[in-house]
């Protein structure tokens, strides 16, 4: 039983030296190319489609488009123009969406193709229950898609 007193005497003592080293430093530093403050801007909100957004990727051949992935609905919304006057919004829903968009959480663009236009992929997260119509049975992976 000392012994293990003992023991309990030297850990509480190392770790009470440990606390008392460590020391919290008020100075923070600024990085010039960042800057000390940034402007938001909403560009979008429910009232062009999104619902639940997860990812976004401005389209490659088209600068001013930006694709933003829907999880809550299974869609894409499309920001045409995004950030000008005439900015509009589009939103595109696969009719197999509930499996091939199933909880979307990811999105990227990928190679041109001549037909398709830009192709991109998706990943979902989801036990593939074709939005809760069905048994889960693991059967999902990332889908390729057309951006025509």
């Given at each position: 039983?000392?012994?293990?007193r003992?023991?309990?005497?030297?850990?509480s003592?190392?770790?009470?030296?440990?606390?008392?080293?460590?020391?919290?430093?008020?100075?923070?530093?600024?990085?010039?190319?960042?800057?000390?403050?940034?402007?938001?801007?909403?560009?979008?909100?429910?009232s062009?489609?999104?619902?639940?957004?997860r990812?976004?990727?401005?389209?490659?051949?088209?600068?001013?488009?930006?694709?933003?992935?829907?999880?809550?609905?299974?869609?894409m919304?499309?920001?045409h123009?995004t950030?000008?006057?005439?900015?509009?919004?589009?939103?595109?829903?696969?009719?197999?969406?509930n499996?091939?968009?199933?909880?979307?959480?990811?999105?990227?663009?990928?190679?041109?193709?001549p037909?398709?236009?830009?192709q991109?992929?998706?990943?979902?997260?989801?036990?593939?229950?074709?939005?809760?119509?069905?048994?889960?049975?693991q059967?999902?992976?990332?889908?390729?898609?057309?951006?025509?």
């Amino acid at each position: 039983m000392g012994q293990k007193r003992m023991s309990v005497f030297i850990v509480s003592i190392f770790i009470f030296s440990l606390i008392s080293s460590v020391q919290a430093s008020d100075e923070s530093q600024t990085v010039a190319q960042f800057g000390t403050g940034f402007d938001e801007f909403v560009i979008a909100d429910s009232s062009d489609g999104l619902f639940d957004p997860r990812d976004l990727e401005f389209h490659p051949g088209r600068t001013d488009e930006l694709w933003v992935a829907n999880r809550g609905d299974d869609s894409m919304t499309i920001i045409h123009d995004t950030g000008l006057s005439t900015q509009n919004a589009e939103t595109r829903e696969d009719s197999n969406s509930n499996h091939f968009l199933e909880e979307v959480s990811a999105i990227a663009f990928g190679a041109y193709h001549p037909e398709f236009d830009w192709q991109w992929g998706s990943a979902q997260e989801t036990q593939n229950t074709y939005c809760g119509l069905g048994s889960p049975n693991q059967f999902m992976g990332p889908t390729l898609w057309p951006s025509s």
